[in-house]
């Protein structure tokens, strides 16, 4: 039911986990309004708190977060101390109740146990924390091991996520991230034996030299390893803005219509061994808060994708972080030794941002429940925003094409996917984006 149409799968466009994206951040927002955001939080507001390790063992060619070799040591201890600096600027102002806790990179794993223990420890310490406050982490498998999974425990992690993206060899060797099937089986036994119970799978698809019988394959081993949930990427190459994308051989990446294959042959393996599709990216198993929240639709999209979380403010720490507020979206300093020195001179890092206008709020609420839900009433979400439904209704032409294709369907001010429409829908949902079109070209392939 679902097609490969040429001229939608090889548009570009956002994926849409904020709005306005980050393409619209400017350097006249800073640590000022940032501080301002912080202390606007009414007390009890549940907040979620995400921290960045920009560093990594070793690189990876095909990643396009921010971070670095590791190099030296003192980096690090650097790093760590500056980030406490500022997790005590913050909870010194923020009045909010911290709910999620999560950790990405780069690797927290880069961190040696004993810190990453302290760092969490900090959090707790200095914030006003749930008590039912979950903690996830990101972590790369081939530098976790049984010592690193009881510290994991001991910090009160309750969840992680471990980076696979393919079990196939000669693909590893292609994007320089070399690790085999037995590593990962070692790692998920560690971290159920230490208490850690929730593990989420990171695959991707559209990989050098990666062919169906790959991915049927890095799937099949997946789900032997019993995950909670998968998500499974398109790879996106853009080496003119990531140089260590330039070490992939671009000739070797499946072209749209394999992209668009293995897409689909993901999601249909992951359907048929029983997780819920969530999103365009996402699966789960059915008692899984991910998917009861999809089928309650009360599903959010934010920085760490697809989620369940109720907190609308994210406070981002630590370089490149991101924070969400309901007027602003701030990032602090990219570069590790900015960062350093921003935080040193104010206790904030915040660099560029952008403020999010009434109508910004409106627009991102219509894509977020497009992309959650599949399905959106304008009306509905302009009422709950008191604004005129009149603001959005001016997009329905732009839909026209999707209409005709018998991706969408239109009721009155109700807008509903159709199955043949799911891959497209981040194209159909960029049609409310006024800041652009979709045929930008900064963005990864729609599919």
Known sequence: M??????????????????PTAAEFHDGIGAAEQRAAIAAIDPGTPVSLYLHIPFCHAICWYCGCNTGAIGRADRLTAYLATLEQEIDAVAAAMRGRVIAIHLGGGSPNALAPEDFVRLVDRLRTQFDCADDLEIAAELDPRTL???????????????????????????????????????VQRVVGELRDAGIARINLDLMYGLPGQHSDDLVDTVTAALALDPDRIALFGYAHMPALLSRQRMIDGALLPD???????????????????????????????????AIAAAERRLRRNF?????????????????????YDGLLVQNEKHVGRYRLRTANGGLAGARGVARSAD???????????????????????KAHGMPVDRLTDVLPHLAEYAARGLVAIDGNRIELQPAGL????????????????ATTRFSLAV
């Open 304 to 324: 760490q994708g697809f989620t369940d979380e109720i907190a609308d403010t994210i406070i981002g720490l630590g370089a490149s972080a991101i924070s969400q």
């Open 256 to 290: 749209a219509a394999a992209r668009f294959a293995q897409s689909r042959l993901g999601h249909d393996l992951l359907v048929a061994a029983g997780y819920a599709a969530i999103g365009f990216d996402h699966f789960a198993k059915p008692a899984d808060s991910l």
């Open 423 to 438: 891959p497209y829908g981040r194209l159909i949902a960029a049609q409310f984006d006024r800041y652009r079109s979709p």
């Open 360 to 382: 910004d709020r409106l627009r991102g609420a219509v894509i977020e429940r497009l992309l959650c839900d599949n399905t959106v009433d304008l009306g509905a979400v302009a």
């Open 2 to 19: 679902q097609t490969y149409i040429p001229e939608l799968a090889t548009r570009s466009v956002s994926r849409y986990t904020s709005y």
């Open 145 to 183: 091991d049984a010592d690193y999974a009881a510290a994991l425990a001991r910090a009160g992690v309750t969840r992680v996520s471990l980076g696979v993206q393919t079990f196939s060899p000669h693909i590893q060797h292609r994007i320089n991230r070399l690790q085999p099937l037995a590593l």
